[in-house]
C-alpha cells in the first residue's frame, strides 16, 4: 500500500478543498475498487479522502425532479430504495449484481460509474433511465449527461479535485420499463462477458414505441449506447419482430476485445441475446 | 503516513486506538486488537474470508481502511457466542459439518449471521447467491448451505 493520510470531512466544502490541495487526492466512498486498486499499486494516492461523513452525498430520495442519489449511497441503499418505490427495475437489478453482497453493502452506484470499468454492472442501467451527473469541485459545478462522463477503460471526465456529487434520473412515465441482464459463466460473482440494458417507453393506445434506450456493456472502451437499434425501434410497433431486428441493430454498437473472458464474435452474438431478452422483459413488464 | 485516533467498538467492547492511514480493517483487528478469528484470505475482496459485520452489514474487512471503522460497531466472529455459549448459527456449522478446514468458516458464520438477520426464511436460491462472496475450497457447499438452512430455523424456534 502507498503512504496516504487519510481525512473523513463532514461537509462537501471542506471535502473540495482538500481534494483542491496539491497532490495526488483520492476521493473514497464504498472503497471496495480503490483500495484494491491502492493495494496492488494500480491507482496511487497521497491523500485519502472519504466521503461517507458528508449527509448530501449519503442522499438517496426521489422528488419532482425525479430519483437523486448521492455519489456515496452504497448499492445496497440503491438496491432497496428502487425496489421498493418502483420505476427503476434495471437499476434495482444491476445494483444487486455488483460483486458480492459484502461489496454491494459498501459499494457505491457513484463509485461504480466513477470507476469507469468498460464491464460496470450498474453503468448500462444508468444510461438508458438518462442520468444526469452532478459534479463539484473548489471552482463550482456540472451537470454532465452521463453518457458524456467517460473518457476511456478507468477514465471519466472529472478534472482535478472534481468529484461526483450525485446521479439525477428523471421519473419515467407510467408506461416505460427497463430491464437489464449481463451474461457470466457463472451464476453469481464475476464480471460481465456483455451486459445489456433496455429500456422502452409504449404507447397504450397504439402499440407504438415512443421512447427507446439500448445501452451496452463490456463490448467498447467505455459504456455505450445502441443508437441505431433505438432510432429503428422508436415509432416502431413492437412485437418479437421487431425485438430481433433491434438486437440485429445493437450488434452494430458493439466494438468488443477478445480477452479470457470471450471473444469478440461471442461478445457480439451476446449483445444479440441479451437485447432480445431485456427488449422481451421490458415488454412482459408493460402487459 | 499518518496516525489517526478512533473510536470504534468491537464486539461490544469500545476501543481507543491509534491506527496508521494506510491499514486496513482487517490488519487492525488481527495484528493491534489480536482478534485472529478474521482470516485473511485473497485481500481484495473476492473471498469473503475477512467478512465482519459494520454496523450490522457484512463486509470485507480488507477492503475497509481502519480509520474508515471510527464511531462505527464492528462485530467480528469472536462476538458470535455469547459468554461461553455458541450462537445459533455456530451450533448449526458444528452439527451440519459445514466446514472441514475451517479457514473460510468465520467469513461464513458472519455472513450467515448477517443473511438471517435480513431475511429470516431464504430459500436455497437465495443462501448460494447471498453467500456467494464466501468461497470454501473443502465442502463443496452443500454442507455449508444446510447448515444455513438450520440456522435459519434454530433462530425461528428462539
Known amino acids: ?9 463532514t461537509s462537501l466544502m471542506s471535502a473540495l478543498e482538500l481534494l ?13 475498487d480503490v483500495i484494491d486498486q491502492l493495494k496492488s499499486n494500480r491507482r496511487n494516492a497521497d491523500l ?3 466521503l461517507k461523513r458528508i449527509p448530501e452525498l ?7 425532479s425525479g430519483l437523486h442519489v448521492g455519489s456515496a449511497v452504497s448499492c445496497t441503499e440503491v438496491h432497496n430504495f428502487t425496489t421498493e418505490k418502483g420505476g427503476f427495475a434495471a437499476l434495482a437489478e444491476s445494483t444487486e449484481l455488483v460483486g458480492s453482497v459484502h461489496i454491494q453493502n459498501r459499494g457505491s452506484v457513484g463509485g461504480n460509474v466513477c470507476n469507469a470499468a468498460p464491464s460496470a454492472d450498474t453503468i448500462p442501467s444508468l444510461l438508458i433511465h438518462e442520468a444526469v451527473a452532478h459534479t463539484a469541485s473548489a471552482s463550482g459545478e456540472r451537470e454532465i449527461p452521463l453518457i458524456d462522463f467517460f473518457a476511456g477503460p478507468g477514465q471519466t471526465v472529472l478534472e482535478k479535485g472534481e468529484i461526483l456529487k450525485e446521479l439525477v434520473l428523471p421519473t419515467p412515465s407510467a408506461n416505460t420499463a427497463s430491464a437489464y441482464l449481463r451474461f457470466i459463466p457463472r451464476n453469481e460473482m464475476d464480471i460481465a462477458v456483455a451486459g445489456v440494458g433496455s429500456l422502452i417507453e409504449v404507447d397504450p393506445s397504439t402499440n407504438l414505441v415512443t421512447k427507446a434506450r439500448i ?5 467498447a472502451p467505455t459504456p455505450v449506447r445502441a443508437y441505431a437499434a433505438e432510432e429503428f425501434l422508436e415509432g416502431t410497433k413492437i412485437d418479437a419482430d421487431a425485438i430481433d431486428k433491434t438486437a440485429d441493430l445493437a ?25 432480445r431478452r431485456t427488449l422481451t422483459i421490458c415488454l412482459e413488464r408493460l402487459a | 503516513m499518518s496516525k489517526k485516533q478512533i473510536k470504534t467498538t468491537v464486539n461490544g467492547v469500545e476501543h481507543e486506538i491509534l491506527v496508521d492511514s494506510t491499514w486496513t480493517l482487517l490488519e487492525t483487528l488481527r ?5 485472529t478469528g478474521t482470516k485473511e484470505g485473497c485481500s481484495n475482496g473476492n473471498c469473503g474470508a475477512c467478512t465482519v459485520m459494520v454496523d450490522g452489514q457484512s463486509s470485507c474487512s480488507c477492503l475497509v481502511l481502519a480509520p474508515e471503522a471510527n464511531g462505527r460497531e464492528i462485530t467480528t466472529v469472536e462476538g458470535l457466542a455469547d459468554h461461553g455459549h455458541l450462537s445459533p448459527v455456530q451450533d448449526a456449522f458444528v452439527e451440519n459439518s459445514g466446514l472441514q478446514c475451517g479457514f473460510c468458516t468465520p467469513g461464513f458464520m458472519i455472513a450467515t449471521t448477517a443473511l438471517l438477520n435480513d431475511n429470516p426464511h431464504p430459500t436455497e436460491n437465495e443462501i448460494r447467491l447471498k453467500l456467494a462472496g464466501n468461497l470454501c475450497r473443502c465442502t463443496g457447499y452443500d454442507k455449508i448451505v444446510r447448515s444455513v438452512q438450520d440456522a435459519a430455523e434454530r433462530l425461528n424456534k428462539a
Open chain 1, 48 to 50: 485519502v479522502v472519504d
Open chain 1, 58 to 64: 449519503l442522499n438517496i430520495e426521489s422528488n419532482g
Open chain 2, 31 to 35: 495484528d493491534q486488537l489480536k482478534l
Open chain 1, 20 to 32: 483542491a490541495q496539491p497532490g495526488e487526492n483520492r476521493p473514497l466512498a464504498g472503497g471496495t
Open chain 1, 1 to 9: 500500500m502507498p503512504n496516504f493520510d487519510y481525512e473523513a470531512p
Open chain 1, 215 to 219: 445501452a451496452l456493456a463490456s463490448v
Open chain 1, 251 to 275: 450488434v452494430g454498437s458493439a466494438v468488443p476485445i477478445t480477452d479470457v473472458r470471450g471473444s469478440a464474435e461471442y461478445r457480439k452474438e451476446l449483445i444479440r441475446v441479451l437485447t
